[in-house]
């Protein structure tokens, strides 16, 4: 009896990625149920099981082809291509940028040492979680440091005094200030990324072409808005021209009148406040902004 194919995914089992990406998933329409404990589901109405897995294990998971595909944070990938004891996770392509679990890392130094540049950490001690991406970025400066590989608690470094300044993530930089820090150059900026083995069946590729469509489609609908108003046919180069990564809107006639017409734009941009005082000044009027759910182009 032949067995359908289903795609793998691998995405984190709890953290700050865990949320976004079920609700990701949810999106696209694949219905999930797990218990709190379980490591492993698989979804009723789509062929993909989902593997609930720790962050830096994913890259692993994926370039052994245990799953085919996996959402990690950029800097755990780059983390582990960088330091992978066996070579580099050659095996792995990243398909698409999510947009979720923005950050950033930056170097922090105390706020009495005399910064004048990654320069001044010649000679230095540098504390991180992310040795691989701050040796890449250290070699790249031409800068002779050593580095103390931490696990955690980095910030704490430079008060104890094991290290000059640090390397770690950044969101808004509110630890940072309350352990006396302050950062100073950003050395790699991260976001949540979807990624792929580089090898996948055809029939597996069909399933995770129709997954990566409906990705898009829910991402794109996250930075768009749908805009409906009326414009007077005088005025509606003005106002076309007005509205925000709106390429071709739609228009149409108002019954009984000639001299207005309903303007229908999906716009690719945020729509704010002055925007739409903007287009009310250019003539426009019954402005209205939905939000999208799904978008297929």
């Known amino acids: 009896m032949s067995t359908e194919p289903r795609l793998q995914i691998?995405?984190?089992?709890?953290?700050r990625l865990y949320d976004e990406s079920i609700d990701l998933l949810k999106k696209c329409g694949i219905s999930l149920t797990r218990s709190k404990d379980?490591?492993?589901c698989k979804s009723g109405n789509f062929p993909v099981d989902v593997f609930f897995v720790r962050d830096d294990d994913i890259p692993a998971f994926v370039s052994?082809?245990?799953c085919q595909i996996g959402i990690v944070g950029e800097n755990v990938l780059i983390e582990k291509q960088a330091t992978a004891q066996d070579g580099p996770l050659d095996a792995i392509d990243t398909l698409l940028p999510l947009g979720f679990g923005k950050c950033r890392l930056s170097l922090a130094v105390p706020h009495d040492f005399d910064y004048d540049g990654p320069a001044s950490l010649a000679g230095k001690t540098i504390a991180t979680s992310y040795k691989g991406i701050l040796k890449q970025y250290l070699d790249d400066q031409g800068i002779k440091a050593k580095i103390v590989t931490m696990e955690g608690a980095v910030e704490i470094a430079p008060r104890t005094g094991l290290a000059d300044a640090i390397c770690d993530l950044v969101s808004t930089g509110a630890t940072l200030?309350?352990?006396g820090l302050k950062e100073t150059d950003i050395v790699f900026e991260s976001q949540s990324v979807l990624i792929q083995n580089t090898s996948i069946d055809a029939d597996i590729q069909d399933i995770l072409d129709r997954l990566v469509l409906r990705l898009k489609g829910v991402l794109r609908s996250r930075s768009s808005k749908y805009i409906m108003l009326?414009?007077?046919?005088?005025?509606?180069?003005?106002?076309?021209?007005?509205?925000p990564g709106s390429e071709s809107p739609t228009i149409v006639p108002l019954e009984g009148t000639d001299d207005r017409v309903a303007v229908h734009a999906v716009c690719d941009e945020a729509v704010f406040w002055d925007t739409m005082e903007d287009l009310k000044a250019k003539g426009a009027s019954a402005i209205l902004v939905l939000p999208i759910e799904k978008m297929l182009d």
């Open 10 to 15: 691998a995405i984190q089992k709890s953290g």
């Open 38 to 40: 379980q490591l492993f």
């Open 64 to 66: 052994e082809g245990v």
């Open 177 to 179: 200030a309350t352990n």
């Open 230 to 243: 009326h414009s007077p046919v005088s005025k509606l180069d003005d106002i076309r021209d007005a509205l």
